[in-house]
């Protein structure tokens, strides 16, 4: 595998289910951040992290909650979840959290029922 | 706070013709500029970058555009658009104040018509 991966690509989850997103980059980067991609709407940055430690959260809902295991991987586990969640997460890495080129997933399509 | 905005949500060319993707931004400092793209069912792809130097800066495919401080924008252009641009473009712009994060605009969507 190369560059940034994501899974699943696609994920149905009812309001009461709990699921985890997945990224990982083979890069050797040392930032990993989350976006969400909803439609009509500009991207936006849900959380950045730095050498495994949360260095931005902004103003995300508790039922979204990030983990950090290692510079390589990246989740966002997924708790009673409002139809509105629903849109394209998308995972980027960067060499570092001041880095100004990030490479993209190709994003977890989530649709919340 | 820098800010960026995109004219047009949706831009539809034909095969051949010139693509213009417009792009101006807002910030009190010198910003990095950038243009991404991102084909159906895919994530961003970078498709060029200003940070500092020469304003007319190259990318993939084909693709340029040109930072005028003057004028707080970034366009992109392709001199002759092939079926395969179509695709949705991102303008983002980040400052180092700001810790280098990105802000992205809107996007555009490109149709492009045989």
């Known amino acids: 595998e190369t560059g940034v991966t994501q899974t699943p690509r696609h994920l149905v989850m009812g309001m009461t289910n709990k699921k985890s997103l997945k990224c990982e980059q083979h890069?050797?980067?040392?930032?990993m951040y989350w976006y969400k991609q909803s439609a009509k709407k500009p991207l936006e940055l849900m959380f950045v992290?730095?050498?495994?430690?949360?260095?931005e959260n902004n103003s995300v809902p508790s039922r979204f909650s990030p983990e950090c295991p290692n510079s390589s991987h990246l989740f966002l586990h997924l708790h009673t979840l409002q139809p509105e969640d629903s849109a394209l997460y998308l995972c980027?890495?960067?060499?570092?959290?001041?880095?100004?080129?990030?490479?993209f997933g190709p994003g977890t399509r989530l649709t919340v029922t | 706070a820098q800010s960026v905005t995109q004219l047009g949500s949706h831009v539809s060319v034909s095969e051949g013709a010139l693509v213009l993707l417009r792009c101006n931004y807002s910030?009190?400092?010198?910003?990095?500029l950038f243009w991404y793209v991102q084909y159906p069912n895919q994530g961003l792809q970078l498709l060029l970058k200003?940070?500092?130097?020469?304003?007319l800066v190259k990318g993939i495919n084909g693709f340029e555009a040109e930072f005028k401080k003057s004028e707080t924008s970034f366009h992109l252009t392709k001199p002759s658009a092939h079926m395969s641009d179509a695709a949705e473009y991102f303008c983002?712009?980040?400052?180092?104040?700001?810790?280098?994060?990105?802000?992205f605009g809107g996007g555009t969507r490109v149709l492009v018509k045989p």
């Open positions: 992290y730095s050498l495994e430690e949360r260095v």
């Open positions: 890069l050797g980067h040392n930032a």
């Open positions: 980027a890495s960067s060499q570092d959290n001041t880095a100004y080129e990030q490479y």
């Open positions: 200003y940070t500092t130097g020469a304003t």
């Open positions: 983002a712009v980040s400052v180092w104040a700001a810790g280098n994060k990105l802000t």
């Open positions: 910030s009190s400092v010198p910003p990095y």
